[in-house]
């Protein structure tokens, strides 16, 4: 089979370069990021042809993300001086150089560098649509024959080339990619270098030889300069031309003196940054600064301008992305002494000092004591009274409630627990809820100890603060900032995190007091390696009702047995639930009202015995199962495990309710079931199915007359859904469901006339289980139906609008 009639067959981009590299005879490591030899970076697509209007501009400035991350990033694979795009009928090579001008640092304000590759920037997709060079690139028609001959002999070509080794764009050496050049340098020479009695670090070395003027001679001696002192080396010559033909030498005094301050921060225990449960991810913290960056401006965060204080720096995670030129302007604080030495070591140039943010100076702060900053450093204490200075408070605080150990960069609270003393000032202003949580707490000193000022506050967190409604009266009292810029990524990053859950970080102006409800917040959204790809807008809670507050719940007045699961009464004697409503059907547990609790959401047959369920009865029967269906059938990701459930935006109409009932009544989540003499507090009790889709006639007919109902009154599903008009996927549910019930019945797997539909799924034989298969691919067709419904309600926000291959 020829290679165009390989191509032609695949459906993805990995089928695409299978086939290719099938043809070719190409081998790429496992873990090697992308796929570049020395002379050639290889694109693919999925597309059939490269059709206008973006034609082979859109894989080119894929292309061009690449190569400009291997110009400026930490890669150590040089650039290649062409191109290969490969898609299912058509390919082009295309030589690198002349679109290097499209990704050189003078152009990062122009472009969005942040996106990820297979979503570049539009902007730059159109400048490369309308330049001199693309036109010039030959498209090959691969199902023509000779298109594709000629496109492999091209691609020969270009692989043949031998490479000078000083003629090759060479690879950029900054203050932000300098340590993984200095770890793929020091890979090479550390043994030549680290000879018996070297007393000089290697790092010293480095700093030397990246420095403009270092050159083998002929016997592969190198001489590198110490202050006054010279000393010679002898290098391997292959692997030291090598490395310095692929990167250039730092030829900017400033670049030289940034990497020269930040490589001192490589101590002995340079690793202990990345110890602690939740020390903040360098690259997003990197991101970060970027962000700030943008909002402020480099040149006025180095000036200074402006005052840098992390009042939770741990071990300094955000503090190592700072440049040097920022340092002398800046406050570190934590709250253990070890971490403040640690961090005085390796940010000299800083202000670094032990200061227990919740507790310390807070009376003075607050008016209630001498008014004298007793632990806050002189220095401090001037500049937040001067007024003609700017302020950025760059912060990542703990997130822990109530009793709950406290992280910050991976460090315990002083007490352990979140009783401090700006907890107990804000009981007294009435922050009570809000102030048992550690990051209020921080926010709460922040708003008062920087009110009036300018400014800005950088801050990571997660999304519960705009949107919870626990944390109303924080979003009312004191947090009324205003919203720059931002982005979100998931907590499986954060060494230790448990759970999946979205984290911002977010620029905040000061000065700009402004209600978060009459703010539209949108963030980019960032994968596991720090590329964007997607915004996702975050709504607070005066978009709308909340979900929760949508039913109303009838007041419980009679005893009855509570359960713990579907068949199993809870026992314990402490803090039960065992009350339901006159006309008690089921209940309804919805923990929450938001993703984070999305699998607390169940149907029992009696009361559940925890907090966060009540009583289904006849008036709310509908809307209880339609908010049973809206918490349970969306797919829960990182991206929106903060989001809140919503009320619905109108009146939801008769068939989309009624086809969450059927939905909610045949979810996995319904455990109602139905048992005889269930004994509580001395009484017996018939627990009733209520949610029983058939009659009692049909259940005795299947069961052979073995189960009846006798006197006792039709189950309420089956009543409701007698002669109402059901949808075509609902129909097709309760007609999976009669096959399947019926089966069960007949082979005797039913105990009972009502059985629960949990009972017979787990009585059910090998037959029993076809048919359930049945029945739950029904269920699922049926849930494809309501879902959009649900966001067009506006039950469900949206969730994050990721960006299209190509786009």
């Not at 859109?58 to 991350?69: K, M």
């Not at 590198?224 to 900017?252: A, H, I």
């Not at 026992?571 to 929450?592: I, P, Q």
């Not at 809307?623 to 903060?642: D, F, G, Q």
Request: charged share 30%.
């Amino acid at each position: 089979m020829g290679f165009y009639e390989k191509l032609k067959n695949c459906t993805t981009r990995e089928e695409v370069r299978a086939s290719f590299f099938e043809e070719t005879g190409l081998v790429f490591p496992l873990k090697q990021k992308f796929d570049s030899t020395e002379q050639v970076l290889y694109i693919f697509r999925k597309e059939r042809r490269f059709l206008p209007p973006k034609g082979i501009a859109s894989p080119l400035a894929q292309a061009l993300y690449v190569l400009r991350e291997l110009k400026y990033g930490g890669a150590a694979c040089p650039l290649p001086p062409y191109v290969c795009c490969v898609c299912r009928g058509e390919a082009f090579i295309a030589p690198t150089r002349p679109f290097a001008r499209f990704y050189a640092r003078r152009r990062e304000e122009k472009y969005d560098w942040d996106r990820t590759p297979l979503s570049p920037c539009p902007r730059l997709i159109g400048d490369l649509s309308e330049s001199a060079a693309l036109a010039r690139v030959r498209v090959y028609d691969l199902k023509d024959e000779g298109g594709e001959a000629a496109f492999l002999a091209a691609h020969t070509r270009a692989c043949a080339v031998q490479l000078s080794l000083f003629r090759r764009e060479k690879k950029t050496i900054d203050e932000n990619n300098f340590l993984k050049v200095y770890e793929y340098w020091a890979s090479l020479f550390t043994e030549a270098l680290s000879e018996n009695g070297e007393v000089r670090k290697l790092a010293e070395y480095f700093l030397s030889d990246i420095e403009t003027g270092r050159k083998l001679d002929r016997g592969g001696r190198v001489e590198f300069s110490f202050g006054g002192e010279k000393v010679t080396k002898s290098l391997p010559v292959y692997e030291y031309n090598y490395f310095w033909s692929v990167y250039e030498r730092v030829k900017d005094e400033r670049t030289i003196f940034a990497i020269r301050r930040k490589i001192d921060r490589l101590s002995e225990d340079f690793a202990r940054r990345f110890e602690g449960e939740f020390y903040t991810p360098v690259p997003f913290a990197a991101k970060a600064y970027e962000y700030l960056v943008k909002t402020i401006g480099k040149n006025r965060l180095e000036s200074g301008a402006y005052r840098i204080w992390d009042m939770a720096a741990g071990s300094g995670n955000l503090e190592f992305t700072l440049p040097q030129a920022a340092l002398p302007y800046t406050y570190i604080s934590t709250l253990s002494e070890d971490d403040a030495n640690y961090c005085r070591r390796i940010f000299s140039a800083a202000e670094v000092f032990q200061y227990d943010y919740l507790n310390d100076d807070v009376e003075e702060l607050f008016g209630e004591g001498d008014g004298q900053r007793r632990k806050m450093p002189e220095k401090l204490r001037k500049d937040l009274h001067n007024p003609k200075l700017k302020w950025l408070i760059f912060i990542n605080p703990p997130f822990a409630t109530s009793n709950l150990s406290a992280f910050s960069a991976g460090k315990v609270s002083k007490s352990g627990v979140s009783d401090t003393a700006i907890r107990r000032v804000m009981l007294k202003n009435g922050y009570g809820e809000t102030g048992r949580e550690l990051f209020s707490q921080f926010l709460f000193r922040i708003s008062r100890e920087f009110e009036g000022k300018k400014g800005y506050l950088g801050l990571f967190s997660t999304l519960k603060y705009l949107n919870a409604p626990n944390d109303r009266k924080l979003r009312e009292g004191f947090f009324r900032y205003t919203a720059e810029r931002g982005f979100l990524f998931s907590s499986e990053n954060f060494e230790g995190s448990k759970g999946k859950f979205p984290v911002a970080f977010a620029v905040w102006s000061l000065e700009k007091e402004r209600s978060l409800e009459s703010q539209s917040l949108v963030f980019d959204v960032f994968d596991r390696e720090a590329k964007k790809v997607g915004v996702k807008r975050v709504r607070t809670d005066g978009g709308g009702r909340l979900l929760s507050a949508w039913v109303k719940r009838p007041p419980t007045k009679r005893v009855f047995p509570p359960f713990t699961g579907a068949t199993r009464v809870c026992e314990r004697n402490v803090d039960v639930r065992d009350r339901v409503a006159e006309g008690f059907l089921c209940s309804l547990m919805c923990c929450g009202n938001d993703f984070q609790h999305q699998n607390q959401t169940a149907l029992f047959s009696g009361p559940q015995a925890s907090a966060g369920s009540y009583s289904v009865t006849a008036e709310n029967f509908e809307k209880s199962m339609a908010v049973h269906a809206v918490r349970k059938l969306p797919k829960a990701s990182w991206s929106n495990n903060r989001d809140q459930f919503y009320a619905p935006v109108r009146e939801a109409d008769e068939g989309f309710l009624s086809d969450c009932v059927v939905w909610s009544v045949f979810s996995d989540s319904d455990n109602a079931c139905s048992l005889k003499e269930v004994v509580y507090k001395g009484e017996i009790y018939r627990v009733r199915n209520q949610l029983f889709p058939f009659s009692k006639a049909e259940a005795e007919t299947w069961s052979g007359g073995a189960l009846s109902g006798g006197d006792e009154e039709e189950a309420f599903f089956y009543r409701w859904l007698k002669g109402r008009a059901l949808s075509q996927e609902a129909e097709k549910v309760m007609q999976a469901a009669r096959d399947f019930y019926a089966y069960c019945y007949r082979g005797g797997m039913a105990e009972i006339w009502d059985a629960g539909y949990p009972q017979l799924r787990a009585a059910a034989d090998e037959g029993g289980r076809a048919l359930l298969n049945g029945l739950k691919a029904a269920h699922k067709a049926l849930g494809n139906v309501l879902l959009p419904k649900m966001y067009d309600y506006g039950f469900i926000p949206a969730d994050v609008e990721y960006f299209k291959e190509g786009e």
